[in-house]
């Protein structure tokens, strides 16, 4: 079936590991945009991922995962995927003219822009660092991710693990600082099977896209633990190719 005319739609999730029942879980959705962290795709990976995701009308920007000296699947950590349709307009950031290509972050964000018919946006999956709180680590992704939306001046809508329950994440002011809004899907009161009760994965938007967020959800009916998903839409039409 075709993707929706009139709305952007999103989905993806902290996958664990991207096996094939998580590709056809992903493959199975109605999105613009799917996006997949925790990865665990080498270079090699990504790779061959691309030639699947074409053959599904898809095109893939990775950042591949980082190697940990392990044995086995746990070989490799992070590692973030985001495929978007090829019937959008969209840019990764090397490709964005006037930025400097030192701005563009190395890893645990991906970033594009999509042309809207009446804005164009950024968007990103984010996978931050684990038991570290709003520390070192984290504060560095968050001053990467406020020089980049400085510079390109564009409404942003994040999604991923942020690795910070997003009390946490509202109180330390980030997200305010950037005029935007950290939201979490209103149908569940935890994100994650593990550890504390707590809501993990969530949305980070300009408060100028606030109003068009729709039917945005956390998803347990997943093949992957322990994380849930996210699916969310933007009620404004894409900019698509003309064939």
């Known amino acids: 079936a075709p993707l929706p005319a009139d ?3 999103v989905y993806g999730s902290n996958l664990t590991y991207w096996n094939d029942a998580a590709e056809e879980k992903l493959f199975q959705q109605r999105g613009h945009v799917l996006w997949g962290v925790e990865a665990r795709k080498t270079k090699k990976g990504i ?12 095109r893939t920007i990775g950042v591949p995962a980082r190697d940990t000296g392990k044995k086995g699947p746990l070989s490799t950590s992070g590692g973030e995927i985001l495929l978007a349709s090829t019937s959008l307009v969209t840019r990764k950031l090397t490709q964005v003219q006037g930025l400097v290509r030192e701005a563009v972050p190395k890893e645990r964000i991906v970033l594009c822009t999509v042309a809207l018919k009446q804005m164009t946006i950024l968007i990103g999956c984010v996978y931050f660092h684990t038991g570290v709180g709003l520390e070192g680590p984290n504060l560095a992704l968050l001053w990467e991710l406020r020089l980049v ?12 693990d ?18 935007a809004q950290a939201v979490a899907a209103p149908n569940e009161n935890h994100t994650c099977t593990v550890g504390a009760v707590q809501i993990l994965d969530y949305l980070v938007l300009s408060e100028c896209l606030r109003p068009l967020l729709h039917n945005y959800i956390a998803d347990r009916h997943v093949p992957w633990r322990p994380h849930f998903a996210l ?3 933007l ?3 894409p900019q698509v190719v003309m064939i």
């Open 235 to 237: 009620l404004t039409q």
């Open 7 to 9: 709305r952007l739609c």
């Open 231 to 233: 699916r969310f839409e």
């Open 47 to 58: 790779i061959d991922l691309r030639k699947r995701a074409r053959q599904k009308g898809y």
């Open 162 to 179: 942020f690795n910070i329950p997003i009390q946490e994440f509202i109180e330390h002011g980030w997200a305010q600082d950037m005029q």
């Open 149 to 160: 939306i400085r510079l390109l001046k564009l409404p942003f809508v994040l999604f991923g």
